[in-house]
């Protein structure tokens, strides 16, 4: 053999070992990809786990709880217009409150508020129903009816 060939062979062998770590390289950085899309699927399936079972516990307190959000125009107004009407409506208006727009309602008496947004037990026409004060003549309010205006007081007293 001669200088030359031996030369050749020697840069054949380097370049065969530079393929080959090449290429051991390509494999490591594929694992390492392909560890990262699973532990990326398995972060997913946890989220989804987790949000579903969220709508569940959602579901479920909807089911254990009949009295939804309580609607001031379907639930509250009817009693009021029922009960209150003759003494504070348009053609009396007892202390300068009428109870037959929502706007009277929240604008009170005379005197002030009779209803406190998100708390019942502090709103005056809740204290007068229950004590029997009002209506001043005719039929008490029954305490379903309480119940129902004091828990729309209780979630915000909405136009609803
Ligand atoms: C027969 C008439 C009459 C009826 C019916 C009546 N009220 Fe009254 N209401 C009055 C009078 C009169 C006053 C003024 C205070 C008083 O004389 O006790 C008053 C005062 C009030 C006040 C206090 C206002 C303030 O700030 O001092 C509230 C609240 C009230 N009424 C709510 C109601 C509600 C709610 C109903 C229906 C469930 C109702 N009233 C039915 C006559 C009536």
């Known amino acids: 053999m001669n200088k030359k060939t031996i030369l050749l062979v020697l840069l054949s062998i380097a370049i065969l070992i530079l393929v080959s770590a090449c290429s051991v390289s390509n494999d490591v950085e594929n694992n390492a990809i392909s560890n990262e899309e699973e532990s990326n699927q398995a972060a997913d399936d946890i989220q989804n786990e987790v949000n579903s079972n969220a709508v569940e516990d959602v579901e479920t307190e909807e089911e254990s709880n009949p009295i939804n ?5 379907n639930d509250v107004l009817p009693i009021l217009l029922n009960s209150c009407i003759e003494c504070h409506g348009t053609s ?3 202390r300068g409150l009428s109870v037959i727009t929502y706007a009277g309602l929240l604008a009170g008496s005379s005197s002030g508020a009779v209803i406190i947004a998100g708390d019942a037990e502090a709103s005056k026409l809740i204290n007068l129903v229950t004590s029997g004060v009002m209506p001043k003549s005719g039929a008490r309010l029954t305490s379903e009816q309480i119940e129902v205006i004091a828990a729309w007081i209780n979630q915000g007293a909405l136009d609803n």
Do not use: N, R
Request: hydrophobic share 40%; glycine share 0%; aromatic share 12%.
């Open 69 to 73: 959000l309580i609607s001031y125009e």
């Open 92 to 94: 009396d208006v007892k």
